[in-house]
């Protein structure tokens, strides 16, 4: 199977861009592996391309972008004053509907931190080697979605304050945390999995921080990136041992991944409540974490590459693999949908049927149908080349799924909580002013953070991008080491 | 691993601590190893802006502990959590939950799967950090002005000075013999 092999990625016979244009690799001939970066790039134009976007003089487009992220960040701090001032009367939350939008708001948020450690980890041990162009991107934007989901469970305790009390410290009260509630569980899965991603994230940043310290000019980027570099020669014996790290990451941070949405699927399903109480929940919830978290890159990743000039890297074929992932993960979660509607029927369980028909008929039935369209029908498009490959649907489709998976979250949160039980405990939920507020000041903090991110870090894996281009391959140097060296392989 | 440890001496005059030749390809810098590895040098070198693919077996590295350090981190997050969970709901506060046991496995698997991980993942990054002797940043060869571009696009063979093989001349023609693109003399 010589044809499967990497060295075989520029067989002359086929000629990239003679097959559909110099920037397409989307192609389907099996008889010839895609490349993974476009474009006539070699080392030095991979660190030339990726380091001047972090040492290049700011764009004014990035000061306008940044600004208005900085004023949706000011209204979510505005937010918070208000909650913490008067009280959590500021929000809807009601007394059936306790968790409101603090809650669906987090598990939209931890869900999209799940698709940069899912390509980090994942797809490193599945020997991806197409994740080395976007991994960066999308482990970042895990940590600053968990940055943001990680703010609404602590302030949803209703006295943030305490919130120290969720930590297993010494107090002076002499009272430990309940290690028997899966609330307990959330808070050191969230923990374990935000400091796990970060250090993944750094870990596999330090040598490109080193790139970035050896070619900057200004004495306070040379400070920076020096120091955070950690004196990084790239020497050999340095790399086998980080090479080892990384892995060793990666295999920790699958099983971690998986169990991270399975805990906070726990908080439902370990409840009495019909609509949450189901052993379907921690599957669902990974598979819509996943499918939500791949809709976010591919709705960061196509502004990326267009504004930064990155489509060598994060080509269509990055994304026409992303867009296959979604519509798995998006059949995966429709089945999961249809699936609890048949155990419901299925369980002979009076409050529980009643909890499913309320859904799509109740007075929520608006949001059941927007959520089941976004992340069940519009995902189906994906089945044709042409919308997998064509950047305006993939955005829309993208979009969707953004709004469907805050709308999935909603639809649970919601619907189960408002009738539950007994009827005269009914009530509805009707988001206040400071609710919607906070939800789009969210987006405020996560842009923040992102923008800071492609200004000044290295957008895409430097080092990993250079090891999957064919000029990192050694070509039997034993025996024809010149000829090899001469250059005539291109 | 001496290059780059601060001395306590007051450094009066530059001492010649390394030889560094320069390379511009993955094949030259992997002949170039096993030619050096065979020389029968120990303190010694490569470094590289990726990791290369087959310079472990060139340069002879023994594979790493790190595993070891995973694996002792991961017990110690397991036992800690485990014990963590034991000691703050079954002894030191026992409370009663909805006629919960005291202390069952099952409702702590998941804490403590957390904490296993956690302590694996810092076994992993410190160990390799620890290893690595990182963060060091004060290393003759940064003085190098070529040795930058050793992020970019050059792959570099250092051979120490303390190596008991060195030898100015000889060192130097060896690494000249290998088809460098430079040969330079590291000075501290």
Not at chain 1, 2 to 13: E, F, I, M
Not at chain 2, 104 to 114: D, G, H, K, T
Request: with cysteine; aromatic share 16%.
């Amino acid at each position: 199977m010589t044809t499967l092999t990497t060295d075989n990625a520029h067989n002359p016979v086929v000629d990239d861009n003679k097959v559909l244009g110099p920037n397409d690799n989307a192609y389907q001939d099996p008889t010839h592996r895609a490349p993974l970066v476009t474009g006539k790039h070699d080392f030095n134009s991979i660190t030339q391309t990726v380091t001047d976007l972090s040492l290049r003089k700011t764009p004014k487009a990035w000061y306008v972008a940044f600004v208005i992220s900085n004023a949706l960040l000011v209204m979510f701090l505005y937010c918070i004053f208000e909650l913490l001032t008067k009280g959590t009367g500021v929000w809807g939350n009601n007394n059936p509907v306790a968790w409101g939008f603090p809650i669906v708001n987090f598990v939209f948020w931890v869900g999209i931190g799940h698709a940069g450690t899912l390509i980090s980890a994942i797809l490193f041990l599945f020997r991806q080697n197409w994740r080395t162009s976007i991994n960066r991107f999308a482990e970042a934007m895990t940590i600053f979605a968990v940055v943001c989901a990680g703010s609404f469970p602590a302030l949803h305790v209703g006295r943030p304050w305490l919130a120290y009390w969720l930590f297993p410290i010494p107090n002076q009260m002499d009272m430990w945390p309940q290690f028997r509630s899966p609330l307990l569980w959330d808070v050191f899965a969230v923990n374990t999995y935000a400091t796990v991603s970060l250090l993944f994230w750094y870990v596999g940043m330090i040598p490109d921080l080193a790139t970035l310290r050896d070619r900057c000019s200004n004495k306070i980027g040379q400070f920076f990136y020096g120091l955070f570099s950690l004196g990084w020669t790239g020497s050999s014996r340095h790399w086998h041992r980080y090479e080892k790290a990384y892995l060793l990451l990666a295999a920790l941070a699958t099983p971690l991944v998986l169990s991270v949405h399975s805990v906070v699927s726990f908080d439902f399903a370990t409840s009495q409540l019909p609509g949450w109480h189901t052993t379907i929940f921690p599957p669902y919830f990974v598979a819509g974490a996943v499918f939500g978290g791949f809709a976010m890159v591919v709705t960061l990743a196509v502004p990326a590459r267009q504004w930064f000039g990155l489509k060598d890297f994060i080509t269509m074929r990055h994304l026409e693999n992303m867009n296959k992932i979604i519509l798995g993960t998006g059949m995966i979660v429709g089945y999961a949908y249809t699936t609890e509607f048949f155990t419901a029927w299925y369980s002979g369980h009076h409050f529980e049927q009643f909890a499913f028909l309320n859904r799509p008929f109740g007075p929520y039935s608006w949001a059941f149908i927007v959520m089941f369209c976004c992340n069940v029908f519009a995902p189906q498009l994906f089945w044709f080349k042409k919308c997998r490959t064509s950047i305006p649907v993939m955005l829309f489709v993208a979009m969707c799924v953004n709004v469907g998976m805050w709308f999935e979250r909603f639809v649970i949160v919601t619907t189960s909580l408002h009738r539950d039980f007994l009827p005269s405990s009914w009530d509805m939920f009707v988001p206040t002013r400071i609710d919607i507020m906070m939800l789009i000041g969210s987006f405020g903090l996560f842009f923040t953070l992102f923008l800071l991110f492609c200004r000044f870090l290295p957008m895409v894996a430097i080092s990993e991008v250079k090891n999957v281009t064919p000029q990192a391959h050694p070509h039997h140097h034993h025996d024809d080491g010149d000829e090899a060296n001469k250059g005539g392989h291109h | 691993m001496v290059l780059g440890m601060p001395t306590n001496k007051p450094q009066t005059e530059p001492k010649l601590v390394a030889m560094l030749a320069e390379f511009d390809s993955v094949d030259s810098i992997l002949a170039a190893s096993e030619k050096v590895r065979d020389a029968g040098y120990t303190k010694w070198d490569t470094h590289t802006p990726f990791p290369v693919h087959g310079i472990d077996d060139a340069m002879g590295i023994k594979p790493t502990i790190l595993p070891w350090l995973v694996l002792g981190g991961g017990i110690t997050g397991c036992l800690g959590g485990l014990a963590l969970a034991w000691y703050t709901n079954a002894f030191e506060y026992p409370f009663l939950t909805s006629g919960k046991p005291q202390f069952s496995l099952p409702a702590n698997i998941p804490v403590i799967f957390e904490t296993t991980v956690l302590l694996a993942a810092f076994g992993a990054v410190f160990g390799m950090l620890g290893l690595n002797r990182l963060p060091w940043h004060y290393n003759p060869l940064f003085k190098k002005k070529g040795f930058a571009r050793v992020t970019n696009d050059r792959f570099v063979v250092v051979i120490e000075a303390s190596d008991p093989l060195f030898d100015k001349t000889r060192t130097g023609d060896l690494l000249s013999s290998l088809g460098a693109i430079c040969v330079e003399e590291v000075e501290d």
